[in-house]
Every structure is written in structure tokens, then in C-alpha cells.
């Protein structure tokens, strides 16, 4: 007899995993179908672990500042260790135009009720001690951001979405979608059949082709992104820090030392590497590393431990796409996160839920006018 569900949710990611346990908790009959033989495996897994709500739009800080809520309290409220640190973030700037554009969006971020203030050089190599100072002009500073495992998060989510119902399918791909009017009646898989009122595409990397299933064209356009990680050692600075300054090769990098002593790192290619290649380059560590000693120079002494690649599903805009469009009324689009998914999931995965449930407030109906399908992703994420 064919089981008819809720809600199904088409991946088991950053954000299928968070919207599967809030939707069980919300008292709906959940499936999960994942492609992948366990949850997380495919860009969950080879997150940096930054969450930050230092964004330049209403949206993005909401739905990052209810996930740092969240994440932040895991340990207590769901008995999980995941890791978390409030460590903060940081914008260094060397340049004045960096300076000037960093400043400007602070007031915007205040005005939307983000914790984010200026510091000078000297109180910038406090927080970072043997940053070079050479030209710093000084840093952003967004104490309440954070860090904590990708590992350690989905699989608490999905322990605890077993724990309230969720039914997961792994190890199976979506080969059809049928449609009547403008409603999918039945899920087909390469191992079965399923039946839902909603169907939520968190597809990931995969989005468009999950679209493409009811003629729905979506823009989200992966690109491939490396990072690296080193030894643990004792804990010698705070914040995530993010130089925005372009180099041949690489338009910005990024890095911190998370929970385990370890100094995380990544950069964002330019030109974008298009596609889906999940291969380690070699060109990758030497570019990245001359950057990182560039800016922290005591790094020299840390000893990489491997490097890995991903994928950042990109809109045109570097917003997410979360709503239904009209060539399907009941399959809504949770994706295009940009390499975000991570920090935005849990929030994302509540908001989701909501929305499954007709249970949106005023500030929900707000947040998503940032995410509308129907945007003319003319805009520019400022932090993407």
C-alpha cells in the first residue's frame, strides 16, 4: 500500500535536514529522499562550519541570527555537541575603498539590528594577535557570529528528526514528477513511489534539475570552491577573518581556528570554476597559502592536514530562491544558498516549515520578499 506523506522533502542536506525535523516537530508526516547513501554527504559535508549573520540585506541577518540562536543553544536544548563558538567574524581592511564600503554597509547592518561595530589596528591585533598591521586600516567586528562542526550538526538533525518521525530514503534519485494541472500527484524514484500535499526541493547543487522535472526553470548554478585544513593547536586567535581583496586567481579568502584547535581555510576562485568536480586541485594550496601568510604570518608554522572541494549553489544575485512558483503549486524551492547553506539552514529549515504549514508571521512575509522567485536578480549581495 503506497504511503501518502506531507511533506516530501528531495534532499537531505544543510537545509532538506533542518526542514524535515521542524516540519515532524510541527506535527507533519515527513519523507526524506537523498541521492546519497547517508544525510549530508554532498556540499553539507564540506562546509568551513562560519556562521555569520554580517550580511548586507533583512532577510539574510534574520534567518543567520535565528540559526545562530539555534546552534548556539543546540548543547543545552537538544543534549548535542556540536562544537559552537561565538568567535565573531572580521572584515579587515588594508584599502581605503574596503574601509569605505565596510563602513557604509555597518549602517545598514545597524539598522536592521545587527551587533557589528569598528575597530582600529591596535585593537584589531588584540583580537588577532601577529596580524599584519602593515597599512591596516582596521576591521569590522561582529562578536556574536560564530562557528561549529557541519558533522556534528546534521548528524544531530537527523537523529533527532528520526527520534520525531521523519522516514529517510537513501540511496535513491527522483526520475519523475507527475503532474496533474499544476500539482505533482506522485513521486517516482529509481527504487520506488511516493505520494505528498507539498514537495520541497532542497536539492543543493541539484536544484535545477529537480525544477526541470515540472518545466520550471531555477536559477541556481553551482560552482566549485576548495578549502583546507590544518593540525590542532592551542587556540592563539578569535574571529573568522575575511580578506576581501582581490588577487590573480581569487577575488577574497577566508579562515579561523575552530573548535578543535584547527585553522580552516578557503578562498572564492575568479573566475568562478562552473559545475559540479568535487577533485582536489594542486593549485589550490600554494595560491591559498601565500595569501594566508600575507595576512598572518605566524601561520608559517601549522602543518596542512588535507584539502578538499565543494560546491557553492549560486543565484545570480547571491541570494537564496525560497517559494513556490506557478509551473508547480505545491513543490516549493528552498534553494540557491550560495555556499551559505550551512549558516542559514536551521532558521531556513523553521521558516520552511512555516510555510508548509500556513503559519507565516508579518517578519516571515518580509524576509521572504528577499528570496522571491519572481525578483529580477538584478541586486548584489554586498557578502556573498
Known amino acids: 500500500m503506497k504511503k501518502i506523506y506531507d511533506v516530501i522533502v528531495i534532499g537531505a542536506g544543510s537545509i532538506g535536514l533542518p526542514s524535515a525535523l521542524f516540519l515532524a516537530e510541527a506535527g507533519q508526516k515527513v519523507l526524506v529522499i537523498d541521492s546519497e547513501h547517508a544525510p549530508g ?11 555569520r549573520a554580517t550580511h548586507s540585506d533583512f532577510g539574510k541577518i534574520q534567518l543567520c541570527q535565528r540559526s545562530i540562536e539555534l546552534l548556539k543553544n543546540w548543547k543545552e536544548e537538544r543534549g548535542d555537541e556540536v562544537g559552537w563558538l561565538s568567535n565573531g567574524y572580521s572584515y579587515p581592511a588594508w584599502e581605503q575603498k574596503d574601509k569605505d564600503l565596510l563602513l557604509d554597509m555597518m549602517e545598514v547592518q545597524h539598522s536592521f539590528g545587527l551587533n557589528i561595530r569598528w575597530v582600529d589596528s591596535k585593537e584589531y591585533e588584540e583580537l588577532v594577535p601577529g596580524i599584519n598591521t602593515d597599512g591596516l586600516l582596521g576591521s569590522t567586528y561582529s562578536p556574536e557570529d560564530g562557528s561549529c562542526s557541519p558533522l556534528l550538526v546534521s548528524s544531530s538533525m537527523y537523529f533527532h528528526a528520526r527520534k520525531a518521525g521523519v522516514d529517510f530514503r537513501f540511496g535513491e534519485t527522483i526520475t519523475e514528477l507527475t503532474l496533474q494541472d499544476d500539482k505533482i500527484i506522485s513521486c517516482k ?89 568535487n577533485l582536489s586541485t594542486s593549485q589550490f594550496l600554494p595560491h591559498c597559502s601565500k595569501r594566508l601568510l600575507e595576512v598572518y604570518p605566524r601561520l608559517k608554522y601549522l602543518k596542512v592536514r588535507r584539502t578538499w572541494r565543494g560546491q557553492y549553489p549560486m543565484t545570480p544575485d547571491g541570494f537564496p530562491i525560497i517559494g ?61
Not at 554527504?41 to 556562521?51: D, L, T, W
Request: charged share 20%.
Open 41 to 51: 554527504q554532498q556540499s553539507n559535508k564540506k562546509a568551513i562550519g562560519g556562521v
Open 189 to 277: 524514484t529509481n527504487k520506488g513511489q511516493y505520494t505528498a500535499n507539498i514537495y520541497v526541493n532542497a536539492a543543493g547543487s541539484f536544484a535545477r534539475e529537480i525544477g526541470a522535472l515540472v518545466n520550471s526553470e531555477i536559477q541556481v548554478f553551482p560552482d566549485n570552491h576548495e578549502a583546507g585544513i590544518t593540525e590542532p593547536v592551542a587556540r592563539f586567535f578569535g574571529p573568522m577573518i575575511v580578506d576581501m581583496r582581490s588577487r590573480p586567481g581569487s577575488s577574497n579568502f577566508y579562515f579561523y581556528q575552530n573548535h578543535e584547535g584547527q585553522v580552516v581555510f578557503c578562498y572564492t576562485p575568479e573566475p568562478a570554476i562552473l559545475g559540479v568536480d
Open 324 to 384: 513556490f512558483k506557478e509551473e508547480c503549486s505545491n513543490l516549493l524551492h528552498a534553494v540557491g544558498m550560495c555556499g551559505q547553506g550551512f549558516m542559514m539552514g536551521p532558521a531556513t529549515g523553521e521558516l520552511v516549515s512555516r510555510i508548509c504549514t500556513s503559519s507565516l508571521s508579518e517578519k516571515d512575509h518580509k524576509i521572504l520578499k528577499s528570496f522571491d522567485p519572481y525578483r529580477d536578480f538584478s541586486g548584489v549581495e554586498a557578502f556573498k
